[in-house]
């Protein structure tokens, strides 16, 4: 008994040190498919223009995945001002096929990360995803994730 409750503190104690992120939110794809069509959506809302934000986008694919990147468009209306829409590639794989990502069974995680990005306008933001390669769908894509963190002041 007294092992399982260390054990159940241990666990504790590790989830604990990992910072609660700012925003996070999923979008899964339906049978594992990335249509044209299907366009994620995430909606923010910042008031503290002062602060810095790393932006994590996630990718999760499985090891079935046949190419060695996925180009996106990412779509991003500020509260006031234009919105912009930038192509993005997210690479999957090294040049000899090993996956860049961090694996874990038979799921992979990619990246792509913007660090530091101070936001000029209080309000909500809307980011949207849409996959930009010449294939209509894109199989073997689980989920796409956005996740906002505060960057801690270095004092």
Same mark, same amino acid.
């Given at each position: 008994m007294? +092992?399982? #409750?260390?054990? !159940?503190?241990l &666990?504790?104690?590790?989830?604990?040190?990992?910072?609660?992120a700012?925003?996070? *939110? =999923?979008?899964?794809? *339906?049978?594992?498919?990335?249509d044209?069509n299907? *366009?994620?959506? @995430?909606e &923010?809302?910042f008031?503290?223009?002062? +602060? #810095?934000?790393?932006? %994590?986008?996630?990718? $999760?694919?499985?090891?079935?995945? +046949?190419? =060695?990147? #996925?180009? %996106?468009?990412?779509?991003?209306?500020?509260?006031?001002?234009?919105?912009?829409?930038?192509?993005?590639?997210i690479?999957?794989?090294?040049?000899?096929?090993?996956?860049i990502?961090?694996?874990t069974?038979?799921?992979?995680?990619?990246?792509? !990360?913007?660090k530091r $990005? $101070?936001l000029?306008?209080?309000?909500?933001? *809307? @980011?949207? !995803?849409?996959?930009a %390669?010449?294939?209509?769908?894109?199989g073997?894509?689980?989920? %796409?994730?956005?996740?906002?963190?505060?960057v801690?002041?270095?004092?």
């Amino acid at each position: 008994m007294r +092992k399982l #409750l260390f054990l !159940v503190a241990l &666990i504790g104690f590790f989830t604990s040190c990992e910072d609660a992120a700012y925003y996070q *939110k =999923s979008f899964a794809f *339906k049978n594992n498919k990335w249509d044209q069509n299907v *366009k994620p959506k @995430f909606e &923010i809302e910042f008031q503290d223009t002062t +602060k #810095l934000y790393d932006f %994590i986008l996630t990718l $999760r694919t499985s090891t079935d995945y +046949k190419y =060695s990147n #996925l180009w %996106i468009f990412l779509n991003s209306t500020p509260p006031e001002g234009e919105s912009a829409r930038e192509p993005y590639e997210i690479k999957t794989t090294f040049p000899d096929g090993s996956w860049i990502g961090k694996e874990t069974g038979t799921v992979v995680e990619h990246q792509l !990360v913007f660090k530091r $990005r $101070r936001l000029p306008f209080k309000g909500k933001y *809307k @980011f949207m !995803v849409e996959q930009a %390669i010449t294939e209509k769908e894109v199989g073997d894509v689980l989920d %796409i994730s956005l996740r906002v963190e505060e960057v801690k002041s270095e004092n």
